[in-house]
Each structure stands twice: as C-alpha cells, then as structure tokens.
C-alpha cells in the first residue's frame, strides 16, 4: 500500500511538472493556470493559505443581507478587511453578491418575479463598485438562480435573471474604473431536474439566457459563469448515453460530467453566436472525506446522502482537479477558474459532517495539508510563486 500510495505522489508531482513545461513551451503567458479559490472566511490565515497555495484570486461571497441589513444602514468591516487581505497578499479579489436582506426580499405570491426588485439590487451593486473601485478583479452576479432555493421560491426562468444581470452590469460599469471590471453571469447548478418548481436544467436556462439577449455585443468585458461539477467521475470522463452506465450511479446523466457539462455550455455559445467569450468555471471540484478527521481525532465519514465522496480518496480528488486545470490551462474559451473550495474543512463543518467540507484542500488536523493543495502549490501559473508552509 505504501509503495502504491508513494507512485501516485511521484505522478501527481510530475504531472505538475509536465505543466511546467508545457507552459513554458507552449502556452503564452496570459494562458497559464489561473486559480482561484473559495473562501469560507475573510481571515488572515485563510488568505496566506491562498497565497502559499498558489492562487492567483480568492473569491469572496459578500452577502448584501449582512452588508445592509437595513435599507440604509451599512456595514463594511467585513469587505473592508477582505479588500485589505487580497492587496497585502497580492491576490486578486473577485466577489459574489447575492444573499439579499429580509427588507429587500419579495414574496412569490406579489406576482413581479424575481426574489428581490432589480432596482434594488442595482443600488446595492453600485454602492459596492464605487466603494471599491480599482480593488475588485471581477464581479459574479448571483448564484445557480435556475435553483428555488437561490430565487426565494420566485418562478425560474433565464430571462427573468437577465433583468438582473443587466441592472447590474450597468450598475457596475457607471462606476469609476468600472469599464474594466469583468462581469461573470451566475454560476448554474447542473442539476439534471428540469420541473420549473425545484429547478430548471441549466442547459435549458442557458439557452433561456441568450433568448434574452445574453449574446448582446452591447455587453463588454463579460463571462460566462458555469458550475462544472462531476461527482465522482473524472474530468476527461464522458456520460455513456444510457439510463444506467454503472452500479453506483451518479453517472447516469450529462450533468454528472465536467466535459460534458463544459461542451454543452460552449456549444450553446457558439448555437448563439457567442464565439468571443470566455466561461468561467466559478464553481468546481471533486469531494471527499477521505483524510478528514473529527475534533476529537477520529476519521471522519462522509454525509448521508453523498456515497459518491466514498468512491474517490483524495489522490483521486488531486488527481482530477490537476487535469481539470491543465483541461482549462489549453482550452481558449475558459478562463478563470474558481475551486471550490478552501477552508470549509473547518472542525466545526466536520464534526456535523457537512458535504461542503469534503470539497476543501486545506483540510483537519493531524495533516491539514490535502494533496490537490501541494500540487496545485508546484503547478506553474502568473501569479507569484510563494514558500509552501511548513
């Protein structure tokens, strides 16, 4: 076990060595692995972990119900600091706003659509741009809005999001310095369930998207936000075609897949004309629990419900995630691409035994450090190379 085990080290490590080069000989140098990472807090550690780690952004969710939980009344401290973190550590910061306030929220039965009035919420993405000019790499207006539960219980349409991308995008560009702020369209759950009431499949709210003038030129400096997720399959893996490809399942549909998933999007692209921008995987990742310890030491063991994160262990999850990057690393239309995620290995998350937590690469006590972290630490990229931690 110990020689199998010290194998698959030797290639993942030359894996990321073979990225070297072929970024060196090959790929021009706005074309390097770009990585972002989730945060799950704004604390220092959590951004020198990032900046050790090799990332070149952190991504930061800055809920508009804690910024403002009272129409008027506001409270920076929190993006403030985050704001500070990335400068010090010389990450670029890209933010997500979503999570509305109690005040601003609107109930499904007013009839308007939507979960909150786009007026609204431009006003509050306007306050953040302007309160943050030249700080913020790029902006994510929501989140996976084709899910009930991320649009208040609202009806789920693609062209009612674009009421809301529009008001922000604009928001954002009457800004000072806003013309040169990337605008990334939200993240879809690739769910497979396509009911109108719990979800719309994301490649029908897609297509939802550009009937509603996503492609619009008049649109500039903006991507395409995508949730590639793969449960246990890996990155190159395609869907076989059937109702039933194995007996463990989560593999018996498209949406289980991150190439099939990443081509459908770029094929509704081109299906619209939209052959010049890129997508941003702002979401991705593969979990387990493999390695993850409980606070009193024990292993930890993965939630109900998720049987998927027990048939990969966290050489898998390294594995998987450097081919994903190296997939985006030569692949033209994507761009950023955002792992999900961190930190929310956090004791706490474990203990109560969280499904996010196994998405994490910095992981528990005694070994925190999950494999995908080194590696992607050694993997070559634009940003600044930083000293492993001890």
Known sequence: MLMERSSRVACFVLLALLLTAAAADSVAADDRLRPAVHLL??????FQLAAQGGYE??????PWRDVEPTDGEWHWQQPDFAVRAAEYYDLGLIVRLDHPPDWAVRSPENGEGGPIDPDAYADFVATVARRYRGQVQAYIVWNEPNLRREWNGNPLNGADYMRYFDAAYHAIRAAPGGEGITVVTAGLAPTGINDGVSAVDDRVY???????????????????GIHPYSAWNAPDAHWCGQAQCSDRGYDNHPSFFFANTIEDYHNIMVEFGDTTRQMWPTEFGWGTYDGLHYSDGTPAQSPEGFPYYDYIDAWDMANYVMRAYEIGQTTPWIGVMFLWNLNFADPYYVDNRDPRAAYAVWGTAPQPERPVFRLLALAPKTHTSYP???
């Open 206 to 224: 897609l297509r939802q998207m550009y009937q509603a003038g996503l492609a619009n030129p008049a649109y500039q400096n903006i991507a395409i």
């Open 57 to 62: 952004s952190a991504v930061q969710l800055l």
């Open 41 to 46: 807090t704004a604390s220092d550690r959590m």
């Open 388 to 390: 492993l931690p001890e």
